[in-house]
C-alpha cells in the first residue's frame, strides 16, 4: 500500500466517531474520556496500547449509501434477511447462515447452503464499523457486500430479476419497499437497469439493518470505562486470569499488534499461514483473487448506484494494486463477542479459542509458502496458564448481543 493511501485509511481508523456535530461545539457535547490511565499492575507501555482499543462509538456514516440510517429501510431489510424464500429452494435466507442464536454466525465450519463453500460464516456483528467484507474484502462497502450473496451459487442461488420479484409480489414487502423509497419495486418485467437499481436498494435496506447489529458493553469496555473515569474499583470488572491474559494480549504476545481499534483488527489482511482444513499447502488466494472484481463491481462505491461514488471509499477501492504478497491474505477479523462463534479462521479450521491460542503459540502446521506467511508472527512459546489466561481475556470481550426488535426474525 502507498504512504498516502496508508495514511487516508489510518485517519480513516482514527478512534471513535465524536458523538458532537463538527463545528463549535455544542455545550452539552459528550466529550469522551482520554481512556485509562497507567498504574499499578497497567504499566505506562500497557496503559498506552489499550487506549488504542476504546469502546465502540456509534456506527460511522455511510455516505455510499443514502439510506444507511433509514428506520423503514432498516425494517425492510429485517424482513429480507430472515426471509427463506430468497433462495432457489426456498430454505436458505441470509439468518440460516448468520442465525442470531450463534452470534449471527454459524456453528458449521464451512458455509452450507444451496451448495458447500469453501469459508466459514463470519459473525455478522458490528459490521458497519468495517471498510471491507469478507474475509477477501471482496466488497467495499456494507450495501455492495449484501446483494452478493442471492446470486452466488453456494449461498442462495437466485437470480436478481428474481430476488426484485418476490419482493414485489408480496404484499409485506412491497408495501416496506415502498415505505423505505418513496417507490414501488419494479414489474417483473422490467427492463435490467431498473432491476439492477432494485437490486441495489435492497441491498441498501439490508445494509441499513445490519447498522442495528451493534454488540453492547463487554466486561473489557466496562473495565475500560471506569479506569478512564478514575473509578478505584474498575479493576472489579475483570478476573485475574483475564487482567493477566490483557498483559499478554498487549503485551509479549502482540495480539494487539493487528487486532487494534474499537473493532481489535487494523481492517486490514495478513498472511498468518492458517493451515488448510485438508492438509498439504494452501488453495485459498484470499485478498489477491479479489482486486480485479472489487475494482469492477458494478455496485462498488465508485460505480452508478453508489451514493457516494466520487468519495473517499471509491478513490480507496480505484487505488487498490494486485501485489503477489496479497496471496493468501485474510482481512482481521474482529474479536469482539468471538467467544460466541466458534469455531474460527476463513475456513473454520480451528474449534476453540484455545486451539487458536495454541497456534499462535507454536504455529504448528503453519504453512509459509517461501517465507511469506508475516513477519511478525512468531512462535510465542506460551505457557499452559498464559494460554488460558489468554483465552480468559478473549471471553472479556463478549457484549450482550442486540436484542428484540432487529436481534430476532421480524413478528
Ligand atoms: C450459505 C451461507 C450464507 C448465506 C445464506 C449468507 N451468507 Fe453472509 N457470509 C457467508 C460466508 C461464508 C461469508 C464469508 C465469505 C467469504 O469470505 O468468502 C459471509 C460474509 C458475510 C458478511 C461479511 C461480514 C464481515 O465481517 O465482513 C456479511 C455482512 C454477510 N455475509 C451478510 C449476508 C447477508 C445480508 C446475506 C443474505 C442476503 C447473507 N450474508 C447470506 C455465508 C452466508
Ligand atoms: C499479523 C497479524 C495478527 C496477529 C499478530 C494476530 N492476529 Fe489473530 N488474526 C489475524 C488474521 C489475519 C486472522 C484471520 C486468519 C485466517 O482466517 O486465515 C486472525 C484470526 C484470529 C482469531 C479467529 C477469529 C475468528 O472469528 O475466526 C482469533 C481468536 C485471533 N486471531 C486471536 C489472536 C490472538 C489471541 C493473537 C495474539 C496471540 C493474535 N490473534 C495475533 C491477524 C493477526
Redesign the pocket.
Known sequence: MTGVLLAVCLLLQAAPVPTAPAGPAAPDAVVRPAGPAAGGWLTEQLAARVRRNPPLGPVPADPTNRWADSEAAAQL?HR??FDER??ASGR???????DPAHGFS?PRP?????GS?????????N?AH?R????????DT?WS??????E?P???NLPRAKVVARVAGDSVLRDAYLRAFGQAPPAADAAPAAVDAAFAQIGKA??A??RKLVSGPSAYDRWWTRRAAGDPKADQELTDAQRRGLALFFGKANCFQCHHGALFSDGEFHMLGVPPRDGGQPTDAGRYAVIERIRSDPFNAAGPHSDDPDGVQAHISASLVRTPDQWGE??T??LRNVAQTPPYM?AGQMATLPDVVRFYSTLEGATSLDHHRESVLTKLGLSASDQADLVAFLEALTGPLPGAPWGRPPG
Open positions: 431489510g429480507i434477511f430468497f433462495s436458505v435466507a441470509c439468518s440460516s447462515c448468520h454459524d464451512l458455509a452450507k447452503g444451496e463453500g469453501t469459508r466459514h460464516s463470519m459473525r455478522v456483528l459490521v468495517q471491507w467484507f469478507t474475509w477477501d474484502g471482496r466488497a456494507l457486500q449484501a446483494v452478493q450473496p442471492f452466488t453456494h449461498e442462495m439490508l445494509a439493518y445490519e485474510f482481512r477479523p474482529s476463513h
